[in-house]
């Protein structure tokens, strides 16, 4: 399925390579930056947000880390948007594969809000290639108490 942004509005020019990857069945937009194989640090960015929102610290991160990437989670950006259901568990899955497409071994996540919760499933789902999670302003799933149905008093 095609994206609804024109990639030339939001993938723009920086010390980053703007890579499309297929996994999933579906391509997936990633801002690139690095060459090593063996490990890479995972940016993952909020609703409504895209890679942009990482921008600045990609470059910072790249200093001390040899591969750092911020990936459009599947229906952002430029990343597909597909039809039919589309759940954590299915984000944790797209990241997963593109990771494994760039032919990168084991991997480091950082997540903010719903990249976070995604974060939080990749390390359920991926325990021997997933170094490391850092989650900011998404809550540990295990951790969230059902509301519906509970009155506040």
Same mark, same amino acid.
């Given at each position: @399925?095609? /994206? ?5 509005a ?12 297929? $996994?999933?069945?579906? /391509?997936?937009?990633?801002?690139? @930056? ?7 640090l ?36 430029t990343?597909d ?6 759940? !954590?568990?299915?984000?944790? /899955?797209?990241?997963?594969? !593109? ?9 480091? !996540?950082?997540g ?8 939080? @499933?990749?390390?359920a ?8 999670? $850092?989650?900011?302003?998404a ?11 509970r009155?506040?008093?």
């Amino acid at each position: @399925m095609k /994206t609804l942004i024109p990639a030339s509005a939001i993938e723009l020019e920086g010390p980053w390579t703007h890579r499309h990857v297929s $996994a999933g069945g579906a /391509t997936f937009h990633v801002a690139d @930056m690095g060459q090593d194989m063996d490990h890479a640090l995972v940016l993952l960015h909020g609703f409504p947000e895209h890679w942009w929102s990482w921008r600045e610290v990609l470059p910072l991160l790249a200093e001390s880390t040899s591969r750092v990437f911020a990936l459009d989670l599947r229906g952002f950006g430029t990343s597909d948007l597909t039809r039919g259901d589309c759940d !954590v568990t299915q984000l944790a /899955t797209d990241v997963i594969g !593109v990771v494994r497409a760039l032919g990168v071994a084991s991997f480091s !996540v950082a997540g903010l809000g719903v990249g976070g919760t995604v974060a939080w @499933m990749i390390g359920a789902l991926a325990p021997l290639e997933l170094r490391s999670v $850092a989650v900011l302003s998404a809550p540990h799933p295990l951790g969230i108490q059902p509301v519906i149905g509970r009155a506040p008093w």
